[in-house]
């Protein structure tokens, strides 16, 4: 090989990667095209100018078979011998291709922004149970922490006294002086 290739190993290590991304029941070994366009954008193979999501979407069509919805990894690297004269033009395709292999070799789907919970105002607002009055108030003890059932249905007492009483719970007291 020689200086600055890409084994085919590691491109195929990527096209894995992005191929099981999102798809609990995807095998590795083909690709649809939304993770070939996933793989383009988060590689920098679609720059906005010479390659757009248009272009990606076209070549994946041209590649794949007339009713498949996948590609393999001999059309993913089809896709990309077509795809690399338009990302870099000037270059020899042979040039342009190993350039390309470059930016996809070891690159894994990049999950920007999922996992983070949202902080805005209004909502920290809405949330905050110390500002909360009436009915809504009593759902919650005093450190925030909802109260479950209890802070939203009445639970009646069972203890066969009535409820205004003031010597509930004396009557075992009574029963054993007697």
Request: glycine fraction near 8%.
């Amino acid at each position: 090989m020689a200086e600055g290739s890409v084994s085919v190993e590691e491109l195929e290590t990527s096209f894995q990667k992005f191929a099981v991304h999102g798809d609990s029941k995807a095998t590795g070994k083909e690709m649809n095209g939304k993770n070939f366009v996933k793989i383009c954008k988060d590689c920098h193979i679609i720059d906005g100018k010479n390659v757009t999501t248009t272009d990606v979407d076209i070549v994946f069509s041209k590649v794949k078979a007339k009713s498949a919805r996948v590609v393999t990894f001999e059309q993913f690297s089809q896709a990309l011998t077509e795809l690399a004269p338009k990302r870099f033009k000037g270059k020899s395709k042979e040039e342009a291709l190993q350039l390309l292999h470059a930016l996809i070799a070891g690159k894994e789907p990049a999950n920007v922004g999922i996992t983070k919970a949202t902080k805005a105002a209004a909502v920290e607002r809405l949330t905050d149970t110390t500002k909360y009055t009436g009915s809504h108030k009593e759902r919650f003890d005093a450190s925030g922490k909802g109260k479950g059932k209890a802070g939203r249905a009445e639970i009646p007492d069972t203890s066969g006294y009535v409820t205004a009483y003031k010597g509930s719970g004396t009557y075992e007291d009574k029963v054993k002086e007697a």
